[in-house]
């Protein structure tokens, strides 16, 4: 199915402003509460629901946290109108496909949701809350045959089970489904409770199994944190490194600035931005190479050429400290290695392509 957009206004603002004004609409027969009622069936259209519920007091409106009574929903250009029941909820049916634009009324405010794209089958399911002058779509479910699309907050997820609840809509996550926020690939467990998510699947009764996960909002802070590299294991794209005690997890979505995932080993330094996991590890989303070297800035360094004799060589591959001919040599992650890292040895002759720096360290560019 064609992706949609939920409805015109943004939802991750998620709360849009109520002007103050009078709709009006058709009445309605009363229901049996001796409010406004449902419409009744009709042979085409879609079919509208939901409930409307409030965090505060408002005048005229019942309810605080809970179910509001008496708010009245419309859609705009037709006379088809209806009032929440002691419960909150309400249903329009037989709404003419295309843009929809509903109306909520309560007390002497008046706010409007648009839903664009409307299909004649379509049975749609909102979640709205009414807070003073203010309106939040919580939650929205479209459903047109199989295929199903739903956006809200997430309120609960069992990541051992693979499901999560948005709104009152349970969704089964199969393993292999693609979860993106933005550039960025995420795992399941990067969903936590207050993320706002798009949904698109299929539907299964009141369930929905999905196909992909839009994260609109992760709940994750953003962070930026810089060090030498331990611990490496996995192989690339996917991963893994450490920080001091902190994980680091980059995947095929990660950016890599001036060095690539390959280049990742130990004492390589790094800087990395992401976001950081529920568990403490951080999703990296930039790997940053630092191909300054302990400081020292190669790129403001004076070109030279020279060879010798490795003594006092330490340091794992790449970053390796040696001397030459009196001369201290530093190696990184952006050094080319014609003699191949692992071998080099004190006593063995090398050749050295590099830069001097104002300490009088060299950082090589080329060992051969």
Not at 43 to 54: K, L, P, R, Y
Not at 111 to 135: F, H, K, R, Y
Not at 211 to 229: C, E, F, H, Y
């Amino acid at each position: 199915m064609t992706a949609r957009p939920l409805h015109t206004l943004s939802l991750l603002a998620a709360v849009l402003a109520v002007t103050v004004g009078c709709g009006g609409s058709s009445p309605v027969a009363p229901g049996p509460d001796g409010g406004e009622g449902t419409p009744g069936p009709s042979a085409g259209g879609a079919t509208i629901s939901g409930t409307v519920s409030g965090l505060a007091a408002a005048a005229g409106l019942s309810g605080l946290g809970a179910g509001l009574s008496g708010v009245k929903v419309s859609v705009e250009g037709t006379d088809l109108s209806a009032s929440t029941n002691g419960t909150g909820a309400f249903a329009l049916r037989g709404v003419p496909p295309g843009l929809v634009r509903l109306r909520f009324e309560g007390a002497s405010a008046a706010g409007v949701v648009d839903l664009p794209d409307v299909a004649s089958s379509e049975s749609i399911t909102m979640a709205v809350v009414l807070n003073g002058s203010q309106i939040e779509v919580e939650s929205e479910a479209r459903v047109n045959g199989s295929q199903a699309q739903l956006e809200g907050k997430i309120v609960s997820v069992n990541y051992a089970a693979r499901s999560l609840v948005v709104g009152t809509t349970t969704v089964s996550v199969p393993e292999g489904v693609e979860i993106t926020n933005g550039y960025r690939l995420l795992e399941l467990t990067d969903l936590i409770v207050g993320a706002r998510i798009h949904v698109k699947g299929t539907s299964s009764g009141s369930a929905i199994t999905a196909t992909r996960i839009l994260a609109q909002q992760t709940g994750l802070d953003k962070v930026t944190l810089s060090g030498a590299v331990t611990d490496v294991a996995g192989t690339c794209p996917d991963v893994s490194f450490k920080f001091g005690s902190t994980t680091i997890a980059v995947n095929r979505s990660t950016l890599f600035v001036q060095g690539s995932c390959a280049l990742i080993q130990s004492q390589v330094a790094l800087e990395v931005k992401g976001l950081r996991r529920p568990d403490g590890s951080v999703l990296a989303t930039q790997v940053k190479f630092n191909k300054k070297g302990d400081g020292d800035d190669d790129d403001e360094g004076v070109p030279v050429q020279f060879s010798g004799v490795i003594s006092g060589l330490s340091g794992p591959c790449p970053a390796r400290k040696f001397l030459v001919g009196g001369r201290e040599v530093q190696t990184t992650g952006a050094t080319s290695f014609e003699t191949p890292c692992a071998t080099l040895a004190n006593g063995q002759t090398v050749a050295i392509t590099g830069k001097q720096t104002g300490s009088g360290k060299v950082i090589a560019h080329v060992v051969s």
